[in-house]
């Protein structure tokens, strides 16, 4: 069978097309997106520069392949609203997972349902910034007239799907990070919706309690894209869902770290999950279980602005990190540069410190880089343990998995093993991999077992001799980000 897996993320969309006989991807394509960035952490995309992105990445794909796609499934980053009126018109600019411009919104949300402990302690999440429900509440205090036509409010994927299928439907998974579900039950929490904006719940689509097939691809989208009338189309999910799916961190004691733009730490639980230190996520999964997630928002977006200012390419950005060395000279990186959610700081920056005379070179700040953005997955691994979920290994996907130097930095720091998947584009071959299963039911977990391999030629295991050069190092890492806490929040 021929699936396809529509990755729509930040920075382009990807579309892979999986042959589940052969086990293997027969066609892939992408087409780059560009961002709106703006001051106070606006971060924002049209959201018909997407549909145009789809359309070209199909438009590059063999007709014979492409005509035999039985089904599609969509990964979209998460938490973006997408202000649909009943006419199918997007009314503003979408605003982003990274958008941190409603921070303020956030308080006033918590605020209005006693506080974030109450909030977290009744919906399983806080209200953080990036979250769905703050974006809302800002489109109906700065554009009244605008949230008020406002008839159906949508995530990146589910305006994808609409567009496939002109079917208006959201998934547990996606849902449970608008900061508007209540985990815990599966659903819409009315309080809630209300502290947001009047009259958000007739704007909500009702969340499907299972992940499923929603319908069939529109004709005249089948024309546009040169697919079959028959192609199906699945329920898909949010990126970190469809990555699981893709990484096989669909069953208890699989642990994934992505590292991509944004930095993910992920897990399966059987059971609901919450942390009471709120550092981990209490997300849905798109599979009917449930997907313990650390989020951060500065990822690979700290390496590239490293070397981007160095003018480097990533080989040489690497052998720089490589030849500086564990600790780095001394030096250490606080990547905040778009904020954080973990920790929680919306107003964070990239921060440099301990310069001295001799110990500030492009190799040390290379480094320093590297191990500041693996800082933060500590924090992230350090919260799964608490919460009894045995770490033992990592699956590494993403950019940054591609970097040798990275996935043995990853290792020593983490002092875990590490492998890798053969098919790295995690999100779209997790999507595709989700409609196989949608479309022909049996277990998630047997799905993985047989179309997940893992390269053994990119593993990477921990030096104990450097344990404690990275255990005193986050201590010093912890000290430096918590002194700058009150400036960063």
């Not at 290379?366 to 770490?391: C, M, P, Q, S």
Request: proline share 4%; with cysteine; hydrophobic share 40%.
């Amino acid at each position: 069978m021929f699936a396809a897996g529509i990755d729509a993320g930040t920075q382009s969309i990807k579309v892979v097309v999986y042959d589940s006989d052969k086990k293997s991807i027969i066609a892939s394509s992408s087409a780059p997106l560009d961002l709106i960035e703006g001051e106070g952490g606006v971060r924002e995309q049209k959201a018909g520069w997407w549909i145009d992105a789809i359309r070209a990445c199909f438009s590059a794909i063999d007709p014979g392949i492409k005509r035999n796609v039985r089904v599609i499934s969509v990964s979209g980053q998460q938490h973006g609203f997408v202000p649909m009126s009943a006419k199918g018109d997007v009314l503003y600019n979408v605003k982003l997972w990274c958008d941190t411009s409603t921070a303020a919104e956030c308080t006033e949300i918590e605020n209005a349902l006693g506080g974030r402990a109450a909030v977290a302690s009744r919906l399983g999440n806080p209200i953080l910034p990036g979250y769905t429900a703050s974006k809302i509440r800002w489109l109906w205090k700065n554009h009244r007239e605008l949230y008020e036509k406002t008839a159906h409010v949508l995530l990146p994927h589910d305006y994808i799907n609409w567009y496939l299928s002109g079917e208006i439907v959201m998934e547990r998974g996606d849902a449970s990070g608008t900061g508007i579900m209540n985990v815990f039950k599966g659903d819409w929490d009315e309080e809630a919706a209300a502290a947001v904006a009047p009259g958000l719940m007739d704007k909500l689509p009702a969340i499907s309690p299972k992940p499923g097939i929603i319908g069939r691809i529109r004709k005249e989208c089948a024309a546009e894209l040169d697919l079959a009338e028959d192609t199906v189309i699945a329920s898909g999910g949010g990126d970190n869902m469809m990555s699981a799916i893709g990484t096989g961190a669909v069953e208890d004691g699989v642990v994934t770290m992505s590292l991509g733009t944004s930095g993910t730490l992920f897990s399966s639980s059987s059971h609901p999950f919450h942390d009471a230190k709120l550092r981990l996520a209490s997300f849905a999964s798109s599979t009917g279980v449930w997907l313990p997630l650390l989020c951060t928002m500065n990822c690979t977006v700290a390496s590239e602005t490293l070397r981007k200012l160095f003018e480097l390419d990533v080989k040489v950005f690497d052998a720089a990190a490589d030849k500086a060395g564990p600790g780095a000279g001394g030096l250490m990186m606080l990547p905040f540069f778009n904020g954080e959610r973990v920790p929680d700081y919306p107003h964070g920056e990239g921060v440099l410190l301990g310069m001295r005379q001799g110990n500030v070179s492009r190799e040390n700040i290379a480094r320093a880089t590297l191990e500041g953005v693996t800082y933060e997955f500590i924090l992230g691994l350090d919260a799964f343990r608490e919460n009894g979920i045995d770490v033992s290994s990592l699956t590494l996907t993403g950019g940054g998995s591609k970097s040798r130097v990275w996935r043995q930095l990853v290792a020593d720091m983490t002092q875990c093993p590490v492998r890798v998947p053969v098919i790295r584009e995690a999100a779209a071959f997790g999507a595709a991999l989700h409609g196989m299963w949608c479309l022909e039911g049996g277990r998630i977990e047997d799905v993985g077992r047989e179309h997940i391999a893992y390269d053994d030629s990119t593993s990477a295991y921990p030096d104990e001799s450097q344990k404690e050069i990275y255990r005193a190092g986050y201590e010093r890492w912890l000290r430096y980000s918590d002194s700058l806490s009150q400036i960063f929040r």
